[in-house]
């Protein structure tokens, strides 16, 4: 079973468009973390957020949004008003400390087209 | 801002030579981790390093893969003999340590690695 599901695989926006990428997780450890990276077409992990599961509190930065429900195991991303320069693959990740296990699992992955 | 750096960015080599792919982890980090992303897939955690000794290793690194940390400051991941199978992006990240912030993995850049 996958620790981290990012079931859309592939979502195309036109520009100023919202969007939002899903993601499950699975886990039995009670402390852990998720986080959102972005991989732009030059390749690089770009980290965009940090949340442990002991906070549950939505975050906003500016057009981008995180929206964790611990009792759905869901921490999704929202991006108001889309830009070109948004689209890349984004991952979801989880780093789950309680099981000696400290490597990050990621999701497959969503990649986000935004059409000017 | 300290980042975590990797050369060569890409690197091209024929099947059946050794390469090194070489990091320096940020200077006060004490966890050091190599992923490979294929083409195209999500990113996948080969090897945890801690303490000058493996803590962690997955099913994809076999007896072909090597690290090691042979100063205070470079960490090296060496593939034996490559596979065309092996071409892919492997990223070095490193963490400062337990709890918190602490859990942070910073990314490199990324070496594309390319069989032929």
């Known amino acids: 079973a996958q620790k981290v599901t990012q079931a859309q695989t592939e979502i195309s926006v036109v520009e100023k468009e919202d969007v939002t990428l899903d993601c499950v997780y699975e886990t039995r450890d009670t402390t852990y973390y998720l986080f959102w990276y972005k991989q732009p077409p030059s390749g690089e992990l770009v980290f965009l957020i940090r949340?442990?599961?002991?906070?549950?509190q939505n975050e906003i930065s500016g057009r981008y949004s995180w929206n964790f429900q611990k009792s759905t195991s869901s921490f999704n991303f929202t991006i108001t008003a889309s830009q070109v320069v948004d689209s890349a693959v984004y991952f979801c990740?989880?780093?789950?400390?309680?099981?000696?296990?400290?490597?990050?699992?990621f999701g497959k992955g969503t990649k986000l087209s935004v059409i000017p | 801002e300290p980042e975590v750096t990797q050369t060569p960015s890409h690197q091209v080599t024929q099947m059946g030579q050794e390469v090194i792919l070489r990091c320096v982890p940020i200077?006060?980090?004490?966890?050091f981790y190599w992923y490979r992303q294929i083409l195209g897939q999500k990113v996948e955690f080969l090897v945890s390093f801690y303490n000058n000794e493996i803590s962690e290793k997955s099913e994809i690194f076999d007896d072909q893969f090597s690290v090691e940390r042979p100063d205070g400051s470079n960490f090296t991941l060496k593939i034996r003999s490559t596979k065309l199978e092996d071409s892919a992006m492997y990223f070095c990240a490193s963490r400062a340590g337990q709890g918190g912030l602490g859990y942070e993995q910073y990314f490199g850049p990324g070496t594309r690695l390319t069989v032929t």
């Open positions: 990740a989880l780093f789950e400390s309680g099981a000696g296990s400290y490597q990050l699992t």
């Open positions: 949340r442990n599961s002991f906070d549950e």
């Open positions: 200077s006060n980090h004490l966890y």
